[in-house]
């Protein structure tokens, strides 16, 4: 009689303990030669094959077996083998009793179904299937439980992402900068020139275009640029069923920081709607409504720029139309406000921000060496519990209780870290921009040449500028806030001291 062989290992460590591909089909072989049975075609299913694979295989099998109506015989090794689940089942069952002599032989479980098997032996059948099922459905939520484990540790368990390769086994794969091709080096230009306000989501793919990066032949999509830019995993985190994992142990390729100034300018520019082509100097989330703080829609009409309120939400009022230039005129204005033409206070000024420059980095410093230290010291603590309920010290609800307390308090650590790291500022830089612009802020603007420059000087200087009824209201940041308020009201110099005796405040003191 005419027959096929179906061989199947699923996991590397079947293939270790014997029950390997050869192993099988020698077996089935063999019985076959017993039988008197004439091998005409062998499908076999590797330890390393994809559940999309191991489909394919079983359903050519049982459209062979349908189509070759001369074959009446299916052997297998055991009923795991050929079927985990009821709906292959029947498929298997519906080709059986089409015809009285087909038949499947499980030959480790000396177990022949057909048509008139008798009913113990289809209930055997049935039981084997049932367990096989079981242990299917285990074995997915042992792997469910084993992702959730890996991403526990710090290793991301979902698959491909842009500019990285994994290594080791599986199971226990880790990522890696994929050297191999220049992915990453772009995908981290395209987080710095997207987090210097020079550029959009569409500049943005142009311009990695026009450096070398080609993905498919092609340059990247803005949709695609988009979701790198928001994927927490280049700056060493990574998201995984809708959760943010921030102990990612993979090599990061951007910093934090960088990261999630990024984040805060794409939130800007979704507010602006759709990318636009044209460039302008309020643009990119500069300016909002001083109203309803939609951004301000800029475009060229006769020649001249104008912005506008989107108007998203229709209750909004501002609703006329404004010149580039008239707030271009204001903002010079508003630079004049933050110069300080006394001698006296610029000394003081300098003197200030020498100091503050100072308290502020010790400050750094000591707050982050005290958090690594509570942090080593909660590492400790988790390993000492850990070894306590290995020697049956403490039971496991207590280890679990302290497991959790330490593990949050280790989470909470990180995130004052990261605060602190993203407060950290370059005191040095910052001091000699705020001392040269509060004398010239105003003729700086004025020569700069590029757009792009006067854009990254007004991102430096104000937060945000709001538009309302004509007039340009300015949110300042990086200490110019304190700048402003000195000179619009003329007080440079603080009260009298308890002891009465003078003295100058920092205009840059943060706490």
């Known amino acids: 009689m005419k027959s096929v062989l179906f061989a199947r290992v699923s996991t590397r460590e ?273 300016t909002s409504c001083g109203e309803c703080e939609r951004t301000v829609t800029w475009e060229t009409q006769k020649g001249h720029i104008y912005g506008h309120c989107t108007q998203h939400q229709t209750s909004c009022k501002q609703n006329k139309y404004i010149a580039e230039k008239t707030v271009n005129d204001q903002l010079k204005i508003i630079f004049d406000g933050l110069r300080i033409e006394n001698k006296r206070v610029l000394e003081w000024v300098s003197k200030a921000l020498k100091e503050s420059h100072k308290d502020e980095s010790e400050f750094h410093e000591d707050i982050v060496k005290e958090l690594d230290n509570r942090y080593l010291q909660l590492k400790k603590n988790l390993d000492t519990v850990y070894e306590d309920k290995i020697e049956g010290l403490i039971t496991k609800e207590k280890y679990l209780e302290k497991q959790k307390d330490y593990e949050k308090q280790i989470e909470e650590i990180l995130e004052a870290k990261e605060k602190h790291a993203k407060a950290n500022i370059d005191y040095v830089k910052l001091g000699s921009n705020i001392f040269e612009l509060a004398q010239k802020g105003r003729y700086v603007y004025e020569n700069l040449k590029l757009m792009n420059e006067q854009r990254e000087l007004i991102n430096f200087v104000f937060s945000n500028l709001k538009i309302r009824d004509g007039k340009v209201i300015p949110s300042f940041h990086n200490g110019f806030e304190v700048v402003a308020s000195r000179a619009k009201d003329g007080n440079w110099l603080s009260s009298l001291d308890s002891n009465q005796n003078k003295r100058i405040q920092s205009p840059l003191s943060y706490r």
């Open 14 to 286: 079947q293939a270790e303990e014997g029950y390997s591909l050869p192993a099988q089909e020698k077996l089935l072989l063999d019985y076959s030669i017993k039988q008197d049975f004439n091998i005409i075609k062998k499908f076999s299913v590797p330890e390393s094959a994809s559940g999309k694979i191991e489909r394919k295989l079983f359903n050519e099998l049982l459209k062979y077996v349908t189509e070759h109506q001369d074959i009446k015989i299916v052997i297998c090794e055991k009923v795991d083998r050929i079927t985990r689940n009821f709906k292959d089942a029947v498929k298997l069952d519906d080709w059986l009793n089409e015809d009285e002599i087909r038949q499947i032989h499980f030959v480790k479980q000396n177990l022949i179904i057909h048509k008139n098997a008798r009913s113990h032996e289809k209930f055997q059948w049935d039981i084997y299937l049932a367990l096989a099922r079981q242990y299917s459905n285990n074995l997915s939520e042992e792997t469910r439980k084993g992702m959730y484990e890996k991403a526990a540790q710090g290793w991301y368990p979902g698959n491909h992402k842009k500019g990285y390769k994994t290594m080791g086994d599986l199971g226990h794969k880790i990522w890696v900068v994929n050297k191999d091709n220049s992915d990453a080096k772009f995908i981290e230009m395209a987080f710095v020139l997207y987090d210097s306000g020079n550029y959009t989501i569409r500049t943005t793919a142009k311009e990695l275009f026009e450096q070398g990066w080609k993905v498919n032949g092609k340059q990247v999509s803005i949709s695609e640029l988009h979701i790198l830019l928001s994927d927490p995993f280049y700056n060493g985190e990574f998201m995984w069923k809708g959760k943010l994992y921030k102990n990612g142990k993979h090599q990061p390729l951007i910093s934090r920081e960088l990261f999630y100034r990024v984040q805060d300018r794409l939130k800007r520019s979704l507010k602006a709607g759709k990318y636009r082509k044209h460039n302008y100097l309020f643009g990119l989330g500069v």
